[in-house]
């Protein structure tokens, strides 16, 4: 088993030492193995996703030669996939399409602070709040048509008056997927300011010079090695540990619990290279372990516009744990630590009436198909449905009885849920919960230049990164849709200017 001590001393071996270096004034790994570079290039970006690509047309813009080294066969990476749908405060959308008129980046930032309980880099949550509005005008000058803004879910200890709807939606965007269509928007224009881009190139180390400052990288191209030098410096966008196991097991508890139980949506690719490459030349890690977890079989409290159908959540005894319509990660972290807890599975239940309701998840027909494909548990009553689940009968009938008599008042007294209210009569169902993961949150430490912090609090020379490679601007669970297109959008931006100028 790789616990976090040994992965932190086996993947950064040079680690340790940096760290006892950094106590003497420097923290980067000094020098690498002898490399001979055969090409070079101003700013070499590892990573063509979303962060690679926003980095790329902001260095190239910048009179930098570009190239992005990306180790799979198309540019994209989980951005793709995304619906591409990104959180702004005060643009001129905002104001044109929602009641929300004077919203504001501090407000904004306030929120995602309280949301980020204390574990998050408060410089960085405010810069990323007052670069937002600027890039929803840099984007349309792309291209992007903007078309609907809408909010989050809520967060029970988040005063209400931070909420606003902020999600900035772009035609062919959000439930239509669509991420596709913001990567190409930038890389079109990355490629026209002359930035190259290689596939099927895959990074494999960082290279530095004997007082640590990054030189270039080694990357294995057609199955050989070779070595790019990079005259400004290096951007790390190579994503989270989305889909390393190993990693995930010494460094995020709840990505590992939903790569070996649930559902990872994001690409193959993403493997933590540059958090593992970045720890060998002494960086430091922030922000590890939040999630991107959600509902996927009901979408629950991703959208506030979509009300929750009548349901409730039960732990492993049958008793409620979570107000269920609070933004889905905020639940999901919930289910999460209560599996963990109780050592037994979490639950949704519900009844023949939830499904009468219009906009529910289920009609009656899917949910025959799913008690066939035991996907769903019924039975006609609450205590038949608890021997099926395995949990205790009293517990869930005590559960229904409370819920039925609160929602009749109109008061979730327990945990203040708003939406959803409605009595549940029988035959009664029960869904096992899974998460559906859409990325780990934490990476390397960054500082408002988007440069690379190592061990010892100082920039590693000429690294830089952004997006989900980087750490500390996400809190301990993900706060709503559109936080991290808007994050990859600013900080490879920043990244890629920054690296461009040298500074
Ligand atoms: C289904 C889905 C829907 C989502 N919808 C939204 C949404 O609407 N709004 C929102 O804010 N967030 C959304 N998210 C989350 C968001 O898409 C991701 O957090 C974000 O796209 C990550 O961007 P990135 O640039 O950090 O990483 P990526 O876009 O994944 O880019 C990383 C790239 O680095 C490459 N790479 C990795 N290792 C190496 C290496 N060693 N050498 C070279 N290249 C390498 C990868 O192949 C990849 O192309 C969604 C996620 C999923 C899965």
Redesign the pocket.
């Known amino acids: 088993m790789v616990t976090r001590k040994d992965f932190l001393k086996g993947a950064a071996a040079s680690a340790a030492g940096a760290v006892a270096l950094g106590m003497l004034g420097s923290c980067a790994k000094p020098g690498s193995k002898k490399v001979s570079f055969s090409r070079k290039y101003d700013v070499i970006i590892?990573?063509?996703?979303?962060?690679?690509v926003a980095a790329a047309l902001e260095a190239a813009g910048n009179g930098a030669s570009v190239l992005v080294?990306?180790?799979?066969g198309i540019?994209?990476?989980?951005?793709?996939?995304?619906?591409?749908?990104?959180?702004a405060s005060g643009t001129e959308i905002q104001k044109k399409l929602t009641k929300f008129q004077d919203d504001s980046p501090e407000k904004h930032a306030a929120l995602w602070l309280a949301a980020g309980e204390g574990l998050v880099d408060e410089a960085l949550v405010k810069d990323l709040a007052a670069g937002a509005p600027g890039h929803i005008s840099w984007l349309s000058g792309l291209g992007l048509k903007f078309t609907s803004v809408y909010g989050h879910c809520p967060i029970p200890y988040v005063d209400k008056g931070l909420f606003a709807d902020r999600i900035h939606v772009y035609e062919g965007?959000?439930a239509a997927g669509g991420?596709a269509i913001l990567?190409q928007a930038m890389l079109k224009a990355a490629l026209a300011k002359g930035a190259k881009i290689e596939y099927d190139?895959?990074?494999?180390e960082l290279v530095t010079d004997e007082a640590g400052a990054v030189q270039g990288v080694v990357?294995r191209q057609k199955g050989k090695e070779v070595g790019i030098k990079a005259n400004k410096g290096v951007i790390l966008?190579?994503?989270?540990i989305?889909k390393n196991v190993e990693m995930a097991k010494a460094l995020n508890a709840q990505q590992h619990w939903d790569l070996t139980s649930g559902i990872c949506?994001?690409?193959a690719?993403?493997?933590g290279?540059?958090i593992r490459?970045a720890l060998e030349k002494g960086a430091a890690l922030e922000g590890l372990g939040g999630t991107?977890d959600f509902c996927g079989k009901t979408g629950a409290a991703t959208d506030n516009r979509v009300p929750l159908f009548p349901s409730f959540i039960v732990n492993a005894k049958g008793r409620r744990f979570v107000c269920e319509d609070a933004t889905y990660a905020y639940h999901y972290r919930a289910i999460f630590q209560q599996e963990r807890q109780l050592g037994g599975p979490t639950w949704m239940v519900f009844g023949q009436s939830s499904i009468a309701k219009v906009g529910a998840p289920w009609t009656p027909e899917t949910a025959a198909k799913d008690v066939a494909a035991k996907t769903l548990l019924k039975a006609d009553s609450i205590e038949g449905l608890a021997k099926l689940m395995g949990v205790d009968a009293g517990n869930l009938a005590a559960t229904l009885i409370t819920w039925n008599t609160d929602v009749r008042s109109g008061k979730d007294r327990q945990y203040d849920r708003t939406t959803g209210l409605s009595p549940i009569s029988g035959p009664f169902y029960a869904y096992k919960n899974v998460p559906f993961n859409?990325?780990a949150i934490g990476g390397v430490k960054i500082d408002v230049e988007a440069r690379v912090i190592n061990a010892a609090g100082r920039p590693i020379p000429h690294l830089y990164a952004?997006?989900?490679?980087a750490g500390g601007w996400i809190g301990p669970y993900y706060p709503g849709?559109?936080?991290?297109?808007?994050?990859?959008v600013h900080w490879?931006r920043k990244a890629g200017l920054n690296a461009a100028k040298g500074r």
């Open positions: 590892v990573g063509g996703g979303g962060t690679g080294l990306e180790k799979a540019p994209g990476g989980t951005t793709n996939l995304s619906g591409g749908v990104m959180q965007g959000g991420g990567v190139s895959e990074v494999l990357v966008a190579a994503g989270g989305d949506l994001c690409v690719t993403d493997t290279d540059g490459m991107i859409l990325g952004g997006g989900l490679n849709s559109g936080t991290a297109i808007i994050g990859l490879g």
